[in-house]
Structure formats: structure tokens, C-alpha cells
């Protein structure tokens, strides 16, 4: 679909391809199994550290994808612990 897009952008080539509505269902159906098990992983994560359960799917990404700079979870303190809204790291990443 994208490689006919990319050779002619005009909407009425692109659209006219063969099992076009197929692919499209395909794909669309590959995206939710995607969905199901990204949010499965992050259930499992919120089951173990339940403060996880403050934070939207989006921030709690964020911070499992930022797990070698511990800085980058200072904005998403404050919504796992009450008090703390931010902490101060020395060079070696201590707190």
C-alpha cells in the first residue's frame, strides 16, 4: 500500500489497489492484537508495582522505556507518590 502511495501520492491511484479493503482489515486487525498485548504487558507491570496504576498507559511507557536515565522520571513522581515531587541525582545516578 505505502510503496504505490510513495510512486504516485495522487488518492485515486492509491486507493485503486487490488484486495485493498483486505489488506487494510488485516492490518487494522494486526494493530489490535498489538493493543491487547501492550496493555497486557502493562497490566503485568502495574500488578507488580501498583502505584503504576496512577499513571496512564502513555507516561507508564515513558518511564519503562527510559530505564538508563533515572532522571526522566521525575515528572511522573508525583502522581506515584504523595510528597515527592521530585528527587536530586549526584553523577553517578545516586539519589
Known sequence: L??????????TVCTDQPNMLQMLNEANSLLDDIQKGLNKYLEV??????????????ELLEILSETKDSTR????????FEG????????????
Do not use: W, Y
Not at 505505502?2 to 488518492?11: F, I, L, N, R
Open 2 to 11: 505505502m510503496t504505490v502511495g510513495q510512486e504516485d501520492p495522487h488518492a
Open 45 to 58: 507491570k502495574r500488578l507488580f508495582f501498583p502505584r503504576f496504576f496512577f499513571l496512564s498507559n502513555d
Open 73 to 80: 522520571v521525575q515528572p511522573h513522581l508525583k502522581k506515584c
Open 84 to 95: 515527592i515531587s521530585s528527587l536530586r541525582f549526584d553523577d553517578q545516578q545516586q539519589i
